[in-house]
C-alpha cells in the first residue's frame, strides 16, 4: 500500500505534465510503464490481485492503485471542463475547434464526426477520450435519463440511425426533458405542435418515430417517466464537472471482484463484503497491519500450505503443530 502511494507521488507526478499537454503516447509506451509500475508494486513477480480489482477502491477489495489509460482519459477530458468555467480558454477553444462549442448539447456519435474533421492531433485525443468517457457514462434515474441529449446519442436510434434534427437543434429543441408534458408522459404529437408552433417541418411520423426511439431506450434501463424530475447537465457532463478521481471510478467501474470472495463464501454465509472490506482500512491506520489484513482477505498470505502447494516446504502443518 506504501509502494502505491510512492507511485501516485512521486512517479506519475513527473509525467503529469506531458500527459496533460502534450499528444497521447504510443500504445507500447502505455503498456510499458504499466508493466514497470506492477513490476515495482509486485517486486518483479506475478501480480497476487488482479488489475481489474487492484484499482478498485478499498471497499470493493481494491487498492486504489492506478491505471495508467483512466489517468490518462481523465487528464485529457479537464480540458473541457474548461470551456464552462474559464472565459479564456472557451475563446481560444471556439477559435481553434468551433464545433466544441457544441459538444454538450450532442452526444457521443457526433464527437466521431467532429474527429473526422479534426486534423489537429491533440484535439483528436481530447474528443477520443471524451467519447470513452461518454460510453462509460450509463443513466440510472429518471434525473440522469431527461437530461439526455436527443441528437447523435447512440441509444436513440430510428430507423438504425441516430437522430439529428437541425430544425429541433437551431430553436435548442435538444434534451429529452423538453418533450415530456406536465402530466409526466410523453407529448402527443397535437401537444408537441401547440408548446413549439414555430417547429414546421416536424410531421407526425417523424415525431411518433422518434418518441418510439427514446420509449425503447427508456425501457433498456428500466426507467419511470414522470413529471417529478430536476434540471441536471447530462451524466457525462455531470462527471466531467467532477475531480479527475471522480471521472477515473467512473471509467473504472466493472464488475469484476476479487477471486478470493467465491471461496470465502462457500465457508461462510450472508458475508457483507463491502463493510468487511471498509473495516480493514477503518480498524487501524498501520499500514502493515491493513496489508496484513488483506492478505487474509484475499487469500495471498503465505501460509504452510501455500508453500507445500508450491513444493517449497515438506509439510502443510504449521510450525506449532509440527514441534
Not at 495508467?68 to 480558454?89: E, N, P, Y
Not at 457521443?108 to 471524451?130: A, I, P, S
Not at 460510453?135 to 441529449?149: Q, R
Not at 491493513?290 to 495471498?300: D, E, M, V
Request: hydrophobic share 40%; glycine share 2%.
Amino acid at each position: 500500500m506504501g509502494k502505491i502511494i510512492v507511485i501516485k507521488s512521486l512517479i506519475i507526478s513527473k509525467l503529469t505534465h506531458l500527459l496533460i499537454s502534450l499528444p497521447d503516447p504510443s500504445e507500447q509506451f502505455n503498456n510499458d510503464l504499466e508493466k514497470e509500475l506492477y513490476d515495482y508494486l509486485w517486486d518483479g513477480k506475478n501480480s497476487k490481485i488482479k488489475k481489474s480489482v487492484v484499482c478498485k477502491p478499498y471497499n470493493e477489495g481494491g487498492l486504489q492503485m492506478l491505471d495508467i489509460k483512466a489517468f490518462i482519459t481523465s487528464l485529457k477530458v479537464s480540458w473541457l471542463k474548461k470551456l464552462r468555467v474559464d472565459s479564456d480558454w472557451k475563446d481560444f477553444t471556439v477559435n481553434m475547434f468551433p464545433d466544441l462549442i457544441n459538444l454538450d448539447k450532442r452526444r457521443c456519435e457526433f464527437v466521431n464526426v467532429l474527429m473526422e474533421r479534426t486534423t489537429n492531433v491533440f484535439g483528436k485525443d481530447v474528443l477520443r477520450h471524451y467519447n470513452k468517457l461518454s460510453n462509460k457514462c450509463y443513466v440510472s434515474t429518471l434525473d440522469e435519463f431527461v437530461a439526455e441529449c436527443i441528437h447523435y446519442n447512440v441509444n436513440i436510434l430510428r430507423d438504425r440511425k441516430v437522430i439529428f434534427v437541425k430544425e429541433w437543434c437551431d430553436n435548442d429543441i435538444l434534451w429529452i426533458r423538453q418533450l415530456v408534458n406536465d402530466n409526466g408522459n410523453f407529448m402527443c404529437f397535437e401537444e408537441f405542435r401547440m408548446r413549439y408552433p414555430h417547429i414546421l417541418r416536424t410531421n407526425f411520423l417523424m415525431y411518433e418515430g422518434i418518441i418510439n426511439a427514446i420509449k425503447r431506450y427508456r425501457e433498456k434501463y428500466d426507467i419511470k417517466l414522470s413529471s417529478n424530475f430536476k434540471t441536471f447537465d447530462s451524466k457525462v457532463w455531470h462527471v466531467l464537472g467532477k475531480r479527475n478521481k471522480h471521472v477515473q471510478s467512473v471509467l473504472l467501474k466493472s464488475e469484476a471482484v476479487p477471486t478470493a470472495i467465491d471461496r470465502w463464501n462457500k465457508k461462510y454465509d450472508n458475508l457483507n463484503w463491502k463493510n468487511i472490506y471498509k473495516m480493514c482500512i477503518k480498524t487501524t491506520y498501520d499500514v502493515q497491519l491493513r496489508w496484513f489484513q488483506l492478505r487474509i482477505l484475499h487469500r495471498i498470505l503465505s501460509t504452510e500450505k501455500l508453500l507445500y502447494t508450491c513444493r517449497i516446504v515438506e509439510s502443510p502443518l504449521c510450525t506449532f503443530y509440527r514441534v
